[in-house]
């Protein structure tokens, strides 16, 4: 189901317009990270932080220097991708688990997180699920009983 209001998780944008930013900025690292996925047989996790502020400057004070960290600002929205090469996606937790500590304890957030794998065909898809997966727990918390 794709959201098409013009206001997708407060860009200003429709979804389609949003996947198709984060694209142009995700796919060299995505490919990047895949190739090394192939040739080197790592395991790696993407997590994806979706805030309403900058938190990048506290997330790097939290990386590895083999973790790659992309952040895009669409709109009011900031989309903070890490990579984290050598980190299956039960090993990650932990990561979050710090970085939700450290430094997201006063901010409202949310995340997803999907192992790569070693070749996505469907770019748009992938990330397009990442997207989803915000949006659906956006959604569940707004939801009061």
């Known amino acids: ?7 997708f998780l407060k860009t200003g944008l429709s979804q389609i317009s949003t996947t198709n930013i984060l694209i142009g900025q995700l796919k060299t690292p995505i490919e990047f990270f895949t190739y ?10 993407l997590v ?8 990048s400057l506290e997330i790097k004070k939290n990386i590895r220097l083999s ?13 903070n991708f890490i990579f984290l090469p050598f980190t299956e996606i039960k090993d990650s937790y932990s990561f979050i688990k710090d970085i939700e500590h450290d430094i997201l304890n006063n901010i409202e957030y949310l995340f997803y997180l999907e192992e790569l794998e070693h070749e996505i ?3 748009y898809n992938f990330i397009n ?5 915000i949006l659906e727990r956006k ?5 009061t009983y």
């Open 129 to 133: 699920s990442f997207l989803f997966k």
């Open 48 to 55: 994806l932080f979706y805030t309403e502020q900058d938190i």
């Open 36 to 45: 090394n996925i192939k040739r080197y047989k790592v395991p790696v996790t």
């Open 1 to 7: 189901m794709i959201v098409d209001d013009g206001n």
């Open 67 to 79: 973790d790659g960290l992309k952040v895009i600002k669409i709109g009011e929205s900031y989309f």
């Open 139 to 143: 959604k569940d918390m707004s939801i």
């Open 121 to 123: 065909n469907r770019c």
